[in-house]
């Protein structure tokens, strides 16, 4: 078995985290699957910013676990969930990384929504 090893965020490749600092809401057309006032910015190299917001303040009623799994070399292996809403299923529209490396400990225990399936809205 081959042991990853990750890459540390640099000058080539920066990554920061920080508190978002205002309220971010999820929502799929008018439900709300996210709120939470505790939501983590991570921002990556040429990436759009990222609103990982804390598990506890997701409706966990409407996860489903997925069997998708991804890799980053900075951040680790990903695991994914689906939404299960009325309206149907958003496949893998959140995302996770049970065990983040070092470099991005502080998103341990959030979660991240791909904004083509769910409006994700931080207030200014």
């Known amino acids: 078995m081959t042991t990853r090893q990750p890459k540390i965020p640099g000058p080539d ?3 920061t985290i920080e508190a978002t600092g205002v309220r971010v809401v999820a929502r799929v057309g008018t439900h709300v699957v996210a709120d939470t006032a505790r939501a983590l910015t991570l921002r990556e190299a040429n ?3 990222v609103h990982y917001i804390p598990l506890d303040d997701v409706d966990r009623t409407l996860l489903t676990d997925s069997a998708t799994r991804t890799y980053c ?3 680790g292996d990903a695991s994914y969930y689906s939404l299960t809403l009325a309206d149907g299923v958003r496949a893998d529209a959140v995302w996770f990384y049970p065990e983040p490396y ?3 400990a ?10 083509d399936q769910v409006d994700v809205r931080a207030d200014a």
């Open 13 to 15: 490749h920066p990554i």
């Open 47 to 49: 990436y759009p910013p």
């Open 73 to 75: 070399p900075y951040k």
């Open 102 to 104: 070092d470099a991005v």
């Open 106 to 115: 502080d998103i341990a225990g959030h979660v991240a929504f791909y904004t």
